[in-house]
């Protein structure tokens, strides 16, 4: 081969302008998608009140099966279940069971057979306010969870167990 006949081979790339368009129009484009998506500050207050609900019917058939009391303590964070051993109360991490905290914007009330009872923090608390007993019946009482948008959940237990919860979603600003 003879060099007129080798063709020239000319190295092109992008611009750095060409490049900072692409990344700009990416940008818009992914704004415009994010901003399309539907307001989700209220799914986590829906999904801890979900879990919890679950969890105290679970924890209830958990009683009848092993014929045991239970217990619940709810924290200023969070809440975490008892057993009772014969003598004491005994931290009950076996999973589901595994204590459970919340993050910062979500609060907790307690209102405790009539009573608002001023919540503690996680380390304070030594036994449960709330008992399940071995027949399935327990402390009535309602737990409140709310967010910094003013949406409540409220679930309610009474003495037989029996759940009712009610969600006050405030989305006036969607």
């Not at 919340?102 to 008992?131: A, Y």
Request: proline content about 2%; charged content about 30%.
């Amino acid at each position: 081969m003879d060099s007129a006949k080798q063709m020239k081979v000319k190295i092109q790339g992008f611009t750095l302008i060409e490049i900072m368009v692409v990344v700009v129009i990416i940008s818009i484009a992914m704004g415009a998608v994010l901003m399309s998506f539907p307001d989700r500050r209220n799914d986590r207050l829906k999904e801890h009140s979900a879990r919890f609900s679950a969890l105290m019917s679970l924890v209830q058939d958990e009683a009848i099966l092993q014929s045991r009391d239970f217990g619940l303590s709810i924290n200023d964070s969070g809440y975490s279940f008892y057993r009772w051993m014969g003598k004491n109360w005994e931290v009950y991490s076996d999973s589901p069971f595994e204590s459970r905290s919340f993050e910062e914007n979500i609060k907790s009330e307690v209102v405790l057979e009539g009573v608002d009872i001023k919540l503690l923090k996680s380390d304070k608390i030594k036994k449960p306010q709330i008992v399940i007993f071995s027949s399935g019946e327990m402390t009535s009482f309602i737990y409140i969870l709310s967010n910094k948008e003013k949406s409540t959940a409220t679930i309610k237990f009474d003495a037989a167990g029996n759940l009712e919860q009610v969600l006050k979603l405030n989305d006036e600003d969607e």
